[in-house]
Nanobody, 123 residues
Framework: LRLAESGGDLVQPGGSLRLSCIASGSTLDIYAIGWFRQAPGKEREGLSCISTNGDITNYSDSVEGRITVARDDAKNTAALQMNSLKPEATTTYYC?????????????????WGEGTLVTVSS
C-alpha cells in the first residue's frame, strides 16, 4: 500500500483548502483513514479520522468545526477539507491509515502514512 497526498498550496488567512489522498497497491475500504500534521522537529498533531462506516473521530480541539474528512472507497481516495485557515496551520499534512476499520482513540494509532503535502497560510 502506498499513500500519496496532494493539494497543498499557499492560501491566505481565512481561506480554504482541500487536500486529497490517493492509495495504490491496495484498497482503502478495510482501513480507517486519518489525517495529521507535523512540522519539522515538532510533535505530530492528529486532526481527524474516518472509519470504514463513516464514523468520525476528532483528535484536535484547535481545528474542530473547521475541518471535514471524507472518503471515497470506490475511487480509493480520501480528502481533508479545511476552512478558515490560520497562519499557524502552516506545515506538512499527512494522510494515514489505521490497521483497523475503526479509528483509533489516539492519533498515534495511525500507523502508515504518505510523504505529505505542504500547506502554507500567509498573506
Amino acid at each position: 500500500l502506498r499513500l500519496a497526498e496532494s493539494g497543498g498550496d499557499l492560501v491566505q488567512p481565512g481561506g480554504s483548502l482541500r487536500l486529497s489522498c490517493i492509495a495504490s497497491g491496495s484498497t482503502l475500504d478495510i482501513y480507517a483513514i486519518g489525517w495529521f500534521r507535523q512540522a519539522p522537529g515538532k510533535e505530530r498533531e492528529g486532526l481527524s479520522c474516518i472509519s470504514t462506516n463513516g464514523d468520525i473521530t476528532n483528535y484536535s480541539d484547535s481545528v474542530e468545526g473547521r475541518i471535514t474528512v471524507a472518503r471515497d472507497d470506490a475511487k480509493n481516495t480520501a480528502a481533508l477539507q479545511m476552512n478558515s485557515l490560520k497562519p499557524e496551520a502552516t506545515t506538512t499534512y499527512y494522510c494515514a491509515i489505521a490497521p483497523s476499520a475503526k479509528c483509533p482513540r489516539n492519533h498515534s494509532g495511525l500507523s502508515f502514512w504518505g510523504e505529505g503535502t505542504l500547506v502554507t497560510v500567509s498573506s
